[in-house]
């Protein structure tokens, strides 16, 4: 619609947003990753990004959690965990060390252990039976919309999740979104599937599972925050009153994201206050790199 309300919470309090650990991966940045989970807590960072980090509610980590096996030719000379169980035995030890009061919300994508094609369903439990033992994990589908931070007087905001596994298929094949970057205008592609009211509009630009009932992957509630990655880029924006995410990651660019023309922005983190809907990135990276 031509206007949608620009909601803001009464109170204070903050949403971040990531993803694509692929814990398993040789390529994955230990030591940054920890420090984001140290700012969590409270032990990393100047004041004020520490009292930031007192207020944080809800933590999206949209896909890509650990790098899985078999994905791509010869994966396994990039593996420092070769088995799926043990990928997700390591996520869930860093996720352990999230306070409980920041809800943590993650999909699936890709790399991790359930079917390619969409909507992808909640994570297999035989393989990922770690993550139920966390009490503030939620685990939803791919794609999937999660209201936060309702009450009796306040709505809250609808947040939909998508982990963008069509997105490389939009940056090729839109003359506007190629000739201006591609993959690096990941905000055009986003604009576009919100205008066309569906993740995947074109037949072919994702894998999907038909359901003659519904289609999972039309956009039939106009969200307030539209969260993605796949192609590791951090991207932030704004199109009709609707926050545009797409989440960094935690890994340097491999062999094979190079040759699918993937160049990754690692360690950097976008963080909305729900109060005023302002955007600040903050910056994990190792100094020189």
């Known amino acids: 619609p031509t206007y949608h309300e620009l909601k803001k919470s009464p109170d204070e309090v903050y949403a971040v947003f990531t993803g694509y650990l692929h814990i398993g991966l040789k390529y994955f940045l230990a030591d940054d990753f920890m420090k984001f989970i140290k700012w969590l807590r409270g032990e990393f960072g100047n004041d004020n990004q520490r009292e930031i980090a007192s207020k944080i509610g809800y933590l999206f980590i949209s896909g890509d959690l650990v790098e899985g096996v078999g994905i791509y030719p010869v994966q396994e000379k990039d593996l420092n965990i070769d088995g799926v169980y043990m990928q997700y035995e390591?996520?869930?030890?860093?996720?352990?060390?999230?306070?409980?009061?920041?809800?943590?919300?993650?999909?699936?994508?890709?790399?991790?252990?359930?079917?390619?094609a969409e909507p992808q369903p909640v994570f297999d439990l035989k393989y990922a039976a770690a993550l139920t033992t966390l009490p503030n994990l939620i685990i939803v589908s791919n794609p999937a919309t999660i209201n936060i931070h309702s009450s009796a007087s306040f709505p809250g905001f609808d947040v939909l999740m998508y982990h963008g596994f069509s997105f490389p298929y939009y940056a090729d094949c839109l003359p506007f979104v190629r000739?201006?970057?591609?993959?690096?205008?990941?905000?055009?592609?986003?604009?576009?599937?919100?205008?066309?009211r569906h993740l995947a509009p074109t037949h072919g630009s994702s894998l999907y599972i038909p359901d003659p009932k519904i289609d999972s992957l039309v956009i039939d509630k106009v969200p307030d925050i539209f969260v993605s990655g796949h192609i590791h880029q951090i991207t932030v924006a704004s199109y009709k009153n609707i926050n545009l995410i797409n989440s960094s990651c935690w890994v340097t660019q491999t062999e094979d994201q190079e040759k699918r023309g993937i160049v990754p922005h690692p360690g950097k983190i976008p963080i909305i206050n729900l109060k005023t809907r302002e955007v600040r990135i903050m910056n994990f990276r190792s100094e020189g790199e």
Do not use: F
């Not at 970057?181 to 592609?189: T, V």
């Open 90 to 116: 390591e996520l869930t030890r860093y996720l352990a060390m999230i306070p409980e009061r920041i809800k943590v919300i993650i999909c699936g994508g890709n790399h991790d252990a359930m079917r390619l």
């Open 179 to 196: 000739s201006k970057g591609g993959l690096a205008r990941c905000d055009l592609i986003m604009k576009t599937l919100l205008q066309k």
